[in-house]
């Protein structure tokens, strides 16, 4: 089924998202191991079995018994700075991380949540093996917000400061192999109310405007993985579908369109668990959980959260992303999809310096951190994990003082790359790419028209294009071909 022919209105298409956002602090949330993530060698490996427990309504969840009658066995990577015996559920956690609490507040206020005067400590039976102790510890932050999008309010359900799961690393024959240097970073854990009424470009759109919202505090990892999207969907006549581990927010969209389609196509749909896929198609993982899987943690006692704390972080609160995606479209005359990519980018701040300080047309310098730098890595492959801040800020200085022109910049690029500790101006110098004088750009024209009279304008305009490329503005070849008499 196409998805023009898809009435998602006529659907009653139903949605809930659920938004994991890894918070950037220096120690794990119940632990003082490391949340670099950036060892790859383990010290240890440790094996366990899990099994389901009734919970304090008495009751065993059904997705923990699902996961029990699997019969898998785990096996843990132990790294030296990134994981203890808290992570192995061999020491009683530590004190909740203070610095990921603030974080995690911030986010709720800047989400307009209402915050509980304490902080209770929660455990969700999660018995897949992502965590060794057969539970998540999670504790609810903010209640009761909102953020606006596009015009509509969206119901904010709850803000949640959560540990998050180790990382899986392979599965055969039964055996599962996790890694534990990412069990214990602290995110955050974002629920919105049920949205009704929208498509599946609304969804995306959504999470895309609570993940900025996020990024707005300046303290949450970045990269793939460091954020995970999770998204229930059900028709008319339906039942509840959860889609887990969306990583890639681009997909969003189109993994809704592919379940509304799979649940059309079904005589009934069981309420169930599935694993999103690469492709945008899913695969079942495990029956839904249900409310019998949450118990208090009896470790840690409650976190109070007094009003001048909460006064405190109010009045930091940094500029919520949504308002500044709006100054940079009216201020900077960024285009909508532009001003989201270079949000996106994790070249942001430094884009932001350049275009405060310097007279940098702003489009120029955000095409070059989001579709320039890609396209050279991917097509060309050029390294650009070499080009440092002082590379970025002399060549748009350069620019900026009218000594290189736009079309200049890739060339100038690449060169860095490989000669890393050669200056901006040496490059320019070595490849000849200082501005060409308009006097000298109307003679290669004359020049070349003269030697090829019965070339059309296109050709010469190629010819010229080859050899004055990267000193000159492409409009300006382009006025001085036109002026030639034919």
């Given at each position: 089924m196409k998805e023009e022919k898809i009435n998602y209105k006529k659907l009653k298409l139903k949605c809930g998202l659920e938004?994991?956002?890894?918070?950037?602090?220096?120690?794990?949330?119940?632990?003082?191991?490391?949340?670099?993530?950036?060892?790859?060698?383990?010290?240890?490996?440790?094996?366990?079995?899990?099994?389901?427990?009734?919970s304090e309504l008495g009751k065993v969840d059904t997705a923990a018994q699902y996961e029990y009658f699997r019969n898998r066995t785990f096996l843990y990577q132990v790294f030296k700075n990134e994981s203890c015996l808290v992570e192995l559920d061999e020491e009683p956690p530590h004190p909740l991380n203070q610095e990921a609490?603030?974080?995690?507040?911030?986010?709720?206020?800047?989400?307009?949540?209402?915050?509980?005067?304490?902080?209770?400590?929660?455990?969700?039976?999660?018995?897949?093996?992502?965590?060794?102790?057969?539970?998540?510890?999670?504790?609810?932050?903010?209640?009761?917000?909102?953020?606006?999008?596009?015009?509509?309010?969206?119901?904010?359900?709850?803000?949640?400061?959560?540990?998050?799961?180790?990382?899986?690393?392979?599965?055969?024959?039964?055996?599962v192999t996790y890694r534990l240097n990412r069990l214990g970073v602290p995110l955050v854990e974002i629920g919105t109310g049920l949205l009704e009424g929208f498509n599946p470009e609304d969804i995306q759109e959504i999470a895309y405007t609570i993940g900025m919202i996020c990024r707005s505090t300046g303290k949450v990892k970045h990269g793939i993985g460091t954020i995970r999207q999770d998204v229930n969907v059900s028709i008319k006549n339906g039942r509840r579908v959860e889609i887990k581990g969306v990583q890639e927010l681009g997909l969003?969209?189109?993994?809704?369109?592919?379940?509304?389609?799979?649940?059309?196509?079904?005589?009934?749909?069981?309420?169930?668990?599935?694993?999103?896929?690469?492709?945008?198609?899913t695969k079942f993982m495990r029956p839904l959980p249900g409310a019998e899987r949450m118990y208090p943690e009896t470790d840690i006692v409650p976190v109070p959260v007094s009003k001048e704390l909460i006064k405190e972080i109010e009045d930091k609160l940094p500029e919520p992303?949504?308002?500044?995606?709006?100054?940079f479209k009216s201020k900077l005359k960024l285009s909508d999809q532009l001003a989201k990519e270079i949000l996106r980018s994790e070249y942001l701040e430094l884009f932001e310096r350049i275009v405060e300080n310097r007279k940098v047309n702003a489009s120029v310098a955000a095409n070059t951190f989001t579709a320039l730098l890609k396209d050279l890595k991917k097509r060309e492959k050029v390294e650009i994990e070499k080009l440092n801040e002082k590379h970025f800020v002399d060549l748009f200085e350069q620019l900026a003082k009218g000594k290189i022109v736009k079309e200049a910049i890739p060339e100038i690029l690449k060169h860095l790359a490989k000669k890393s500790e050669l200056p901006v101006t040496e490059v320019i110098k070595d490849l000849n790419l200082s501005v060409m004088k308009k006097s000298e750009l109307v003679k290669i024209v004359r020049k070349v028209a003269k030697e090829n009279p019965e070339m059309t304008r296109d050709k010469i305009l190629g010819i010229v294009m080859s050899n004055v490329r990267g000193r000159i503005e492409a409009e300006e070849v382009m006025k001085a071909v036109r002026k030639i008499k034919k």
């Open positions: 938004i994991h956002q890894q918070l950037d602090t220096k120690n794990k949330l119940f632990c003082h191991c490391s949340t670099g993530m950036q060892e790859r060698e383990p010290i240890k490996i440790v094996t366990r079995k899990q099994h389901p427990v009734a609490l603030r974080i995690a507040l911030e986010v709720a206020l800047l989400l307009n949540c209402e915050i509980p005067n304490e902080i209770q400590i929660m455990r969700k039976t999660v018995i897949d093996g992502s965590n060794t102790g057969g539970f998540q510890r999670t504790a609810i932050v903010g209640l009761n917000g909102f953020v606006k999008c596009n015009g509509k309010k969206i119901e904010i359900t709850h803000v949640a400061l959560e540990e998050d799961a180790a990382a899986i690393v392979k599965e055969e024959n039964g055996n969003l969209s189109k993994i809704v369109e592919l379940e509304v389609q799979r649940q059309l196509e079904l005589p009934r749909v069981e309420e169930e668990t599935r694993t999103a896929l690469e492709d945008g198609t992303w949504t308002k500044k995606l709006g100054r």
